[in-house]
């Protein structure tokens, strides 16, 4: 059976050792995560880059949807510059329209000041109206993966959708199944998505 890759959501550097002694293969890391993980500081990612384990670092300036305002764009694009150049393997975003459809400019932007460094799209995909017409602009874009529930409240209750996902990606980009993804259920989750 292939490996299955497991990325931890860490909330600190603390959490980042942890989930390296835990066995995952890499960390998301993000600051609030009570407020759905916002922008980490660079001070936590050079502590979290010691534990030695692929870190993708959140790019969300504020809570409150995945609208930005021009001054919030450039400080995100800004925090992806700096977050690469201190070593990140990639960072995690998710920019959108008013309508909730993908913002494929500023997604595109993000992408160039990311460099060679991955770029995850966030579970603002989860609210897109047509999860269809975004990933084929994410696949347009080259974006690294999705992170997504299914546009489900878990994983494990949209993994219909995430089955539907993986299909339609193909090798195009990856799918990450996130949104209460637990060890009691994590098997579960990946027979049901593929």
């Known amino acids: 059976m292939e490996h299955i890759r497991v990325e931890i959501c860490c909330g600190s550097a603390d959490d980042v050792f942890e989930a390296k002694a835990a066995g995952a293969d890499r960390v998301e890391l993000n600051a609030a995560m009570f407020l759905g993980g916002l ?19 959140m790019v969300r300036p504020r809570e409150g949807g995945f609208c930005y ?5 450039a400080g995100m694009v800004k ?9 990140v393997e990639g960072v995690v975003f998710g ?24 770029t ?14 975004a990933l084929d602009t994410l696949m347009e874009l080259g974006i690294t993966r999705v992170l997504t529930s299914g546009q489900a409240p ?11 996902m993986v299909e339609r990606a193909g ?18 989750v990946a027979a049901l998505t593929g």
């Open 171 to 188: 090798d195009r980009i990856q799918i990450l199944a996130g949104g209460g993804v637990r060890p009691n259920n994590a098997a579960k």
């Open 95 to 118: 920019v959108l329209h008013p309508d909730g459809t993908v913002d494929a400019e500023c997604c595109r932007i993000l992408k160039k000041a990311a460099g060679n460094a991955e």
């Open 154 to 164: 878990s994983a494990l209750l949209g993994a219909e959708t995430l089955r539907e």
């Open 39 to 57: 922008t980490t500081t660079m001070g936590e990612v050079l502590v979290a880059r010691e534990a030695g384990i692929p870190i993708m670092a």
């Open 79 to 87: 925090d992806v510059e700096a977050l690469v150049n201190a070593g």
């Open 120 to 133: 995850v799209f966030h579970r603002a995909m989860d609210v897109t109206p047509d999860w269809r017409a």
């Open 69 to 73: 305002t021009e001054r919030e764009f």
